[in-house]
């Protein structure tokens, strides 16, 4: 989500119309989709596609809505043009909603949190140009001749170094320790059981680069290696269970003035619960260079999966018994079974060449940090988090005008073309819009089409670009964390207001579950690392919390929200739960932040415990109700207590 605002907006009960207003845009052929059966284009070879041919999503169309005759508000949308409740069933049958669109049809995705992990659990280097466009080349290391900065101007070095298993307390680049909290309450260890991938690691290295005053500094990344695999045994049933951890930091380093420098780390994490099928067939996974095809050129490109779509030469070879798989390698492969609810603690040893302001869908997460020689041991605690997907096809006949608008006022502005496309595929810069996405509610019914429940986080994509004093000073450390249930959400930290001392969030949802009946259950928990919130606010020491309000502005009965502030010498942590998506504003109020005290550092908690014991009263206002959290809660003034 790519927005800041000055309260926690919550998407708004929509209303569903028995059809939408057509508005004009007059054109000479009268277009029917639902009567046209189109062939499925090449996108390997565009050139080899029949004519009038249907496109996958990403690719470009070759017509527009003149040339393919598409019209728009030409026809009313009703309710029954709503995908069927619970019709969709899985994530795979959401994404490829898009084969069954027609050719003026607009495929608009809201799909499942995920992120790209390095191709088959293999760790690799390689130098890439910065357009993308030229040919790639694989690299042994930093120090690998081929691969000098010198060699390759205007290219950047790519290290895709994934998570292993810790050989030794120091090691860095790894799971130092797995831990499943069961039912007992107890935090159980998990025991390092596999490699999937089983694939040789790419050493770390570490390099010297002159700043612009000769200064050098060292600059470097750690070993990395294939996927680990964690085996659990549950005391309570004896049964146990494996879980796969798919988590990077990615880095890139520029090329500048013969030297690998300016680098950038971007942190992923995702665990699975999975089985392991031993059979018959694959191959080992490798990093290799091949010929690919790309836009009609041929280039080289790095691969690690033997089945890649373009490259030249490639195979699938499958194994018997195993489909969709999360990881491989000859013989074996994971499938990922559903995720237990149990809450889970890994420990990750990172260098401090990451900055960590955190985001993704975990349920009451604590994360923390610990200096360790060379880095940092990051521990994040957390169930698994849900996911309310939405998707859907509209034909351009039924779309109404507030939706059309939305699209056209998108930030991407005269150069967001995409909705002239024909078929229209939007990219997430598109969709990742608070008002698209409002607009397209009541297309979907106002509800989610598929709920999901996952263990993710990643960094914050532009944290480097926000606050770099503040990032900078926290080098290493986890600076913050943000996780909701929500279909949009804002992966910057949160607005400050400093006239009212408020911080605040915006996230978007449908009204009701997949069901079409069942309110959705919103979800949202914050945890703000003192240091990074003292210089986020402008303050000397992180203030208290004078109060938390949740305000319900809908004329119906409003859901009780359980809301949780705790706060320590190093962190603040808020969770809000069981709040329907119903327009509620969520701020947090701080007492005053004129402090001329010096910030103490203090050793970091694992679980923090409240200062003070914190009351909840509720408010009334005619229709309006808000619930005020603090140690000495007062109404605001014309509401009365209830």
């Known amino acids: 989500m790519r927005q800041r605002i000055l309260y926690l907006l919550l998407a708004s009960v929509i209303l569903i119309p028995t059809s939408l207003p057509a508005f004009g845009i007059e054109i000479a052929t009268t277009w029917d989709p639902t009567k046209v059966s189109w062939p499925i284009c090449d996108n390997i070879n565009p050139n080899n596609s029949p004519a009038n041919c249907f496109l996958s999503a990403g690719t470009l169309p070759p017509k527009n809505d003149q040339s393919a005759g598409c019209a728009y508000g030409t026809q009313n949308f009703n309710e029954s043009d709503i995908l069927p409740a619970n019709s969709i069933k899985t ?4 994404i490829n909603l898009s084969n069954k669109r027609g050719y003026c049809d607009a495929y608009f995705k809201w799909p499942p949190e995920s992120f790209a992990f390095s191709d088959s659990g293999v760790s690799y280097l390689f130098v890439n140009s910065n357009n993308n466009q030229q040919d790639q080349h694989l690299c042994t290391g930093e120090d690998d001749p081929t691969c000098a900065a010198s060699k390759w101007p205007n290219y950047k070095l ?11 307390p120091t090691d860095l680049g790894c799971v130092l320790k797995f831990e499943v909290i069961g039912a007992d309450g107890i935090a159980h260890e998990a025991t390092f059981s596999q490699y999937l991938p089983d694939t040789p690691k790419v050493q ?7 700043d612009s005053t000769g200064t050098k500094k060292t600059l470097s990344y750690p070993t990395g290696g294939g996927y680990p695999i964690f085996e659990y045994k549950d005391p309570a049933s004896g049964q146990s269970r494996k879980y796969l951890v798919l988590g990077s930091v990615e880095r890139t380093y520029d090329s500048r003035n013969g030297y690998w420098t300016n680098p950038n780390a971007v942190f992923t994490l995702q665990i699975f619960q999975i089985n392991v099928i031993n059979g018959q067939g694959g191959a080992k996974p490798v990093a290799k260079e091949l010929k690919q095809n790309l836009g009609g050129q041929s280039r ?15 195979i699938s070879p499958g194994i018997d018994g195993c489909t969709d798989p999360i990881a491989k390698d000859l013989n074996t492969c994971a499938t990922i079974i559903p995720i237990s609810p149990d809450r889970i603690r890994i420990s990750l040893n990172t260098p401090d060449d990451a900055s960590l302001f955190l985001q993704g869908r975990v349920d009451y997460p604590i994360a923390y940090t610990k200096a360790i020689a060379g880095g940092h ?25 507030d939706l059309v608008n939305a699209i056209k006022a998108n930030s991407n502005g005269p150069n967001n073309d995409q909705l002239s496309r024909a078929p229209t595929d939007f990219p997430s810069s598109v969709l990742n819009d608070s008002k ?35 990032i900078n000073e926290s080098a290493g450390q986890i600076l913050g964390l943000v996780s909701t249930n929500a279909t949009l959400y804002s992966d910057n930290p949160p607005s400050f207001d400093k006239s009212s001392q408020t911080i605040s969030y ?31 606010l402008g303050v000397a020491k992180v203030p208290s919390v004078a109060s938390l309000a949740v305000t319900y502005e809908n004329s119906g009965t409003p859901s009780v929200s359980t809301v949780t502030v705790k706060q320590d010498s190093d962190w603040l942590r808020m969770a809000v739960d069981n709040f329907h998506f119903s327009s509620p504003k969520l701020q947090i109020k701080f007492a005053d932040t004129a402090q001329n005290s010096s910030p103490t550092a203090t050793k970091p908690t694992p679980a923090p415990a409240g200062n003070n014991k914190v009351i909840t009263i509720t408010c ?23």
Not at 158 to 168: G, H, I, R, V
Not at 302 to 314: C, L, R
Not at 514 to 529: E, H, I, R
Request: net charge positive.
């Open 506 to 536: 915006s996230v978007d949802a449908p009204h009701f579950n997949s069901d079409g009946t069942t309110p959705a259950v919103g979800k949202y928990f914050l945890n703000m690392n003192a240091k990074f919130m003292q210089c986020l």
């Open 158 to 168: 790519f290290a895709e170094l994934n998570f292993w298993s810790c050989e030794k």
């Open 377 to 401: 041991t990051v521990v994040i605690e957390a169930g698994p988090g849900s996911d309310y997907m939405v998707a859907g096809n509209i034909a351009k006949a039924k779309m109404g005008q």
């Open 91 to 94: 994530k795979n049958e959401l």
């Open 436 to 470: 698209i996405f409002t607009a397209f509610l009541p297309y979907a019914g106002n509800r989610s089409s598929l709920t999901e429940t996952s263990w993710i986080l990643s960094s914050s994509p532009r944290i480097n670009q926000y606050l770099g004093s503040c």
């Open 620 to 642: 009334i206002k005619g229709k309006m109700i808000k619930k005020i959290v603090g140690s000495n809660p007062i109404c605001p003034s014309g509401y009365k207590k209830k």
């Open 204 to 210: 770390g290295k570490s390099w010297e680069v002159p």
């Open 300 to 314: 080289i490109g790095v691969t690690t999966q033997p089945g890649t779509q373009g490259f030249e030469g490639s």
